[in-house]
């Protein structure tokens, strides 16, 4: 079965510097979206992305976040000055359609110290 | 507004023993909802969903889910639990009309007892 693969799966970088969360999603989804979940919190939306632009945002997405699809394939994350808080597991996710199951990654764990 | 309460954080079965976990939501709209599990250390994956077909829903791993509109529920189950389905298991509805978020339930981790 396709699958949505993330890169890195675990990364620690410290306060202030910049972070690319790599994903590549399953050839045919059109859709794609960010996630995140904070230890012991509830899975939380990011953003998604469609036709080359954001189309939705969620109030944790600030400026210091920003996505792209450079290559038609790999759909990134920026963390531009990570926070503390920004400490989470970050997950990709992809979907041929609105309403259409919502494939997920297995997820990137980024720690900020 | 769409959301979910999953009523149980944490949820203890013996292996063998059936498995019942709870959610409620609310929508404003006939609802598409999913349960999905994640494992330690892995990603969120697709148990099953419910987009207004047929009521009781199967998926994958003997699980099953039962919409109910009068009760605005849809509760996963399954007959006997086995040592992997030790995990998180979480509700999701879908934002309805026009949008593709998804509302995550807060989440139940179901251990199993041998």
């Known amino acids: 079965e396709p699958e949505v693969t993330q890169t890195p799966s675990h990364q620690v970088t410290q306060m202030g510097q910049e972070v690319i969360l790599r994903c590549v999603p399953i050839?045919?989804?059109?859709?794609f979206y960010w996630y995140r979940q904070i230890l012991g919190q509830k899975v939380e939306f990011l953003v998604s992305f469609y036709n080359n632009e954001i189309s939705e945002k969620s109030e944790i997405f600030d400026d210091q976040f920003s996505v792209e699809r450079p290559d038609g394939s790999n759909f990134t994350l920026k963390i531009r000055s990570t926070k503390l808080e920004d400490s989470a597991m970050y997950f990709c996710?992809?979907?041929?359609?609105?309403?259409?199951?919502?494939?997920f990654g297995e997820g990137s764990w980024l720690t900020v110290v | 507004a769409q959301s979910v309460t999953q009523l149980d954080s944490h949820v203890s079965v013996s292996e063998g023993t059936p498995v019942l976990l709870r959610c409620n939501y609310s929508?404003?709209?006939?609802?598409?909802l999913f349960w999905y599990v994640q494992h330690p250390n892995k990603g969120l994956q697709l148990l099953l969903k419910?987009?207004?077909?047929?009521?009781l829903v199967k998926g994958i791993n003997g699980f099953e889910a039962e919409f109910k509109k009068s009760e605005t529920s849809f509760h996963l189950t399954k007959p006997s639990a086995h040592m992997s389905d030790a995990a998180e298991y979480f509700c999701?509805?879908?934002?309805?009309?026009?949008?593709?978020?998804?509302?995550f339930g807060t989440g139940t981790s179901l251990t199993v007892i041998p």
């Open positions: 419910y987009t207004s077909a047929a009521t």
């Open positions: 050839s045919n989804h059109l859709y």
């Open positions: 996710a992809g979907t041929t359609g609105v309403g259409n199951t919502i494939y």
């Open positions: 999701v509805v879908l934002r309805g009309w026009g949008g593709n978020q998804f509302y």
């Open positions: 929508s404003s709209y006939s609802p598409s």
